[in-house]
């Protein structure tokens, strides 16, 4: 079956741009995950969704930052007001159910450089 | 605040031969780790996991060793082999309900 897939894979923006990222996760995934990885870095946890419910977004750098999930299933990261420092990889990741521990299986990524 | 860190950037092996890859970690909340494999221009893929109620865990020719006491564990794979060369993320869970705490990674070049 088809896994978790990003888009778009690349994205340039100009400083002061608002740019939207989507994540199509593995179909029935309950789960839905959201991580930021910067160069040489390894990813950074943004924020996790239970179906439609954000249910903990303690990692979103600051308010320019917004997810959503509104069906349970597609999921849209929007960043207001890109930065400079915003430019990173930006990590989707989807598990079966809503246990802990589960394997979480990510996407390729969207590659975001703000100018 | 590094919480899991892995303090190798890069590893060379022969093939055939030996990888040891390290990770420390500092949250002692941690208690299910992990490790991801992960291709250029591909999303980390899973590869072992280790409970902190055991202290190895072997699949294939990969094994997971954890030492709770030192914060320590260690992924080994025997024998290396050309594919396996890729960036190699430790993780852990515990810091949250469902957050999972990255290294920094190792990347691992198995030389033919």
């Known amino acids: 079956g088809a896994g978790v897939s990003q888009s778009p894979r690349y994205k340039v923006a100009k400083r002061g741009q608002d740019v939207a990222l989507r994540c199509d996760p593995i179909?029935?995934?309950?789960?839905l995950f959201w991580y930021q990885q910067a160069l040489g870095q390894g990813p950074e946890f943004l924020t996790y969704f239970q179906n439609e419910a954000q249910l903990d977004k303690s990692g979103l750098p600051s308010d320019r930052f917004f997810a959503e999930r509104p069906e349970g299933s597609v999921s849209t990261l929007k960043i207001q007001r890109t930065q400079q420092e915003d430019s990173a990889v930006y990590l989707c990741?989807?598990?079966w159910g809503a246990g802990e521990r589960e394997t979480q299986y990510f996407g390729p990524g969207t590659r975001l450089l703000v100018l | 605040d590094q919480q899991v860190k892995q303090n190798s950037p890069s590893l060379s092996v022969q093939e055939g031969r030996i990888s040891i890859l390290n990770c420390d970690y500092t949250n002692s909340m941690f208690d299910y780790f992990l490790w991801y494999k992960k291709y250029p221009a591909e999303g980390p893929t899973f590869l072992i996991s280790i409970s902190s109620i055991k202290d190895k865990n072997e699949d294939g020719r990969f094994t997971v060793f954890l030492n709770k006491s030192a914060k320590h564990l260690s992924l080994h794979i025997v024998p290396s082999q050309p594919g396996d060369s890729a960036v190699y993320f430790c993780?852990?869970?515990?810091?949250?309900?469902?957050?999972?705490?990255f290294g920094t990674g190792t990347k691992l070049q198995v030389i033919p």
């Open positions: 990741a989807s598990s």
């Open positions: 993780a852990a869970y515990g810091g949250g309900y469902q957050k999972v705490t």
């Open positions: 179909s029935g995934h309950v789960s």
